[in-house]
């Protein structure tokens, strides 16, 4: 079983930056592909960003050149950079880890991103 645990969420200004932070129990972040969801109330939880176990990255299209996705491997730990955040980013905000099956199953509790206009 893998636990993820995520932090670095917050309040901000529109035009402002947060970083989010997803520490896995155990190693898995060098070896799996690991994802940044969100969700809103009401919709369904989508991918924002992901990086593969490769090293490749993927941004929904409208976080495209304003959200990096990175991690830290030897701290296990998995970043979300988001810059110019704007006031229809606010939702909360998982971290997801891949399993052996090949799709997202290991999830974090998740931290809530507000962006004030």
């Known amino acids: 079983q893998v636990q993820l645990v995520e932090s670095g969420g917050g309040l901000v200004q529109a035009g402002g930056s947060l970083r989010l932070s997803c520490i896995a129990s155990?190693?898995?972040?060098?070896?799996?592909?690991m994802g940044w969801y969100r969700q809103t109330p009401g919709k369904q939880r989508e991918l924002v960003a992901e990086?593969?176990?490769?090293?490749?990255?993927n941004y929904e299209d409208s976080v495209k050149g304003r959200f990096t996705i990175t991690r830290d491997n030897p701290k296990n730990t998995v970043y979300l950079q988001m810059n110019s955040l704007k006031p229809e980013d606010t939702a909360v905000y998982y971290c997801?880890?891949?399993?052996?099956?090949?799709?997202?199953?290991?999830w974090g509790q998740g931290t809530q991103v507000t962006v004030s206009s």
């Open positions: 155990r190693r898995i972040v060098s070896s799996n592909a």
């Open positions: 997801a880890a891949e399993s052996w099956r090949g799709i997202y199953e290991y």
């Open positions: 990086i593969t176990r490769g090293g490749s990255t």
